[in-house]
């Protein structure tokens, strides 16, 4: 008597699930095979809320080895009866239970291992130590910046390695004539523009830094330094506005310039002219490139117009936000925001053979019809390059 | 025969000085410090003159004391302890107009140094990253500090092309900041909570207040006349610098900002101006090759130097998340203990993760001693 007893909730410890009244077939044949089990009436506790008849149930199985006979009999009897009269089952004890207490601490540190491993890899405690001196750096302002506001670390660790798998796996980008990025040295990549969003910027980005090892500068338009969040995405990214000055100022640097002429003409062309270049502005991007005696580098997007197709404007709307156009894409305000989702097209990057511009003598930039012949040639390359890619291509998406 | 050097604007903490250390160069005999108000500290051998810039009594001081050196140093940012824009701008452009005519007026003259700000290049979203003096502001100031400092340069300009004898030099210098400097930068920094714009990450480039005293100096000694760019090297972007200072901040979109700015104000809790808004926006670079090249001049102190020097004298507010993360490194030796080694060779490997296990073993060591 000494022993507190556990009261059991649920089926009572009645085998199987059944109603709750009879047990189910299988459940019986478990039961007669093994029988009701015997105990001593002594660890029922009389004054439970079951009332003394199930205690003279128990007592008569008590008295002898039971057969399954009286077994089925005994169930057959109790089920009209009442719910209280189940063939009784050992009453559990607090010695014959587990230690409670949960998940082990040694078990805890053990998934924890394995998860980091599985983060991490083999190296883990390594890898952690680092992503821990890492946020450290950022937390306490440890970083350098350059005078553009370009950050490297975050650039390589953050975007680069979110663009990656958008470039490989939904894009399927495939590079072509990478060799034609100098390997040093100041550069002007200069790029079709397309897709209603500029994600063919952030596409070509992460495309140089894994091929070529070198990190493309953006030159973004107004607007991109305008907006909150974007402009400082941007800024922490390598791009600078597109002006003279800081075009300038970076090819000197020995930078790696991106520049995407067409603008905003670009990219809010409608599907309809898909691939035809728009107007390269006013040349700015060569007088720069002839100022500073770095090549131009031609680049050809394929695939870019597609991922967005844009189908009408809202001119109206744009005016009053301030914005060049408000997109209408076949998805797009229909099954807003599943509409951002850009349609998995197929890229192709070609950048075309560099053009030199070291041999025009001092005054070559300011010569505007030098400029236009410049700017003329870049773009037919462009275009030509583009047509080429085209007749090439499968379909859109393959 | 040395130099004889008048000193406007010796009143307020720049000017006493940079007065009392041109007073300790041997290049110079005298010093003679000119204010509306008498200077509230030490000035040494300055000898102190009370005139207003603002009427032609500083012509008589010009003459009589035979100077032969100007520095123009008492243009001030905001109306704060002046007593309002009106008098501010008054102070500003009419005493400079008056000293300028006086300077006109003075044979012996020979040298002008005007002490001008980078604030002339105004602060926006179209602004180019680095400044060189030939470049304009994308607009023109239409208030306040930046359309005074504009009007100045003008009317400087107009006296070189007046004087031609007179060399002239303007130093552009970037926002001041030292332990001692009290600025709209300054007290903007010192706030227990940060309030910074939503969105924007303003690049910021300063000039340690020691190097504003060498660059006065130097440009008094040296013969070099022209428009420079002054400011220390590195760009620290807003959020780094913060974060630097173990400031807490607070995110509010740009009106906000403006609004907590001006309550501070009227609160005299900070020294917040109008245009202030636009640079911790945006920010300002300058270019200073042309100091380097041409007036010869190299700032002691980086821009993140400087912050880590005017970070001495502030009580950390914030840095909890910092602390947490040391806590977290020290009491996991056996994550970073056992697996030096692997740690070092992938170091080898690739340079880049070298710089944070020096790092955190330097703060460690500074933690412990």
Known sequence: MGDAEIIPIGTRGRPGRGTGKQPSSAARDLAGGKGPVARPATRRTPGTGEAGEPVEETVAPDAGPPSQDTAQAATHATSGESRAETPPRPAARTRDRHPRGGIPAADLMAAFQVAAREVFGEEWEVQLARFLAFLRRRVTGDYAVDEYGFDQEVTQRFFMAALRPIAQKWFRIEVRGIENIPTDGGALVVSNHSGTVPVDGLMTMVSIHDHAGRFLRPLGADLVFKMPIVSTMARKGGATLACNEDAERMLRGGELVGVWPEGFKGIGKPYAERYKLQRFGRGGFVSAAIRTGVPIVPLSVVGAEEIYPLVGNIPSLARLLGVPYIPITPTFPLLGPLGLVPLPSKWLLEFGEPIRTDEYDEGAADDPMLVFNVTDQVRETIQQKLYTLLMERESVFR | ?369
């Not at chain 2, 007046?162 to 970037?174: G, I, K, Q, S």
């Not at chain 2, 100096?217 to 972007?237: C, P, S």
């Not at chain 2, 490194?329 to 203990?337: C, I, R, S």
Request: hydrophobic fraction near 40%; proline fraction near 7%.
């Open chain 2, 1 to 369: 025969m040395g130099k004889v050097v008048l000193v406007t604007g010796v009143s307020r903490d720049l000017g006493r000085k940079f007065a009392r250390t041109l007073a300790a160069d041997p290049e110079v005999d005298r010093v003679i410090g000119v204010d509306v108000v008498p200077p509230r500290g030490d000035i040494g051998a300055v000898s102190f003159v009370r005139a207003d810039i603002r009427n032609p009594v500083i012509a008589k001081v010009i003459a009589k004391e035979d100077v032969d050196t100007v520095v123009h140093m008492s243009v001030i940012a905001t109306p704060g302890t002046a007593g309002g824009r009106n008098t501010m701008k008054e102070l500003n452009v009419i005493g400079t107009m008056q000293l300028l005519a006086a300077c006109q007026r003075a044979a012996s003259l020979q040298h002008l140094v005007v002490k001008s700000t980078t604030t002339v290049y105004g602060a926006s979203s179209r602004d180019p990253a680095m400044f060189t003096e030939d470049m304009q502001p994308r607009r023109a100031p239409r208030s306040g500090y930046a359309k005074d400092v504009a009007e100045i340069e003008g009317y400087v300009r107009g006296f070189a092309r007046r004087r031609p004898d007179v060399r002239v030099t303007t130093l552009r210098c970037a926002n001041v900041l030292g332990p001692a400097v009290v600025s709209p930068l300054t007290s903007y920094l010192r706030l227990p909570v940060v309030p910074t714009v939503l969105g924007y990450d303003a690049r910021l480039q300063v000039l340690h207040e020691r190097d504003l005293y060498g660059v006065l100096q130097h440009a008094v000694r040296a013969d070099v006349a022209g428009t420079f760019n002054v400011a220390g090297d590195g760009i620290l972007m807003l959020s780094q610098a913060l974060r630097r200072l173990q400031r807490p901040t607070v995110s509010m979109p740009g009106f906000a900002v403006g609004r907590v700015g001006n309550l501070l104000r009227q609160a005299r809790v900070a020294d917040f101006s109008p245009e202030q808004l636009g640079f911790l926006t945006y920010g300002r670079g300058v270019d200073t090759t042309r100091m380097r090249a041409e007036l010869g001049f190299e700032p002691t102190m980086t821009t993140a130097e400087t912050f880590a020097d005017f970070a001495t004298t502030l009580t950390p507010t914030g840095g909890r998340t910092e602390r947490v993360l040391a806590g977290l490194a020290q009491a996991l030796p056996e994550v970073e203990g056992p697996a030096p080694a692997p740690l070092d060779a992938a170091g080898d490997a690739q340079p880049a993760p070298r710089r944070p296990r020096a790092v955190a073993a330097a703060r460690e060591g500074a933690d412990h001693g």
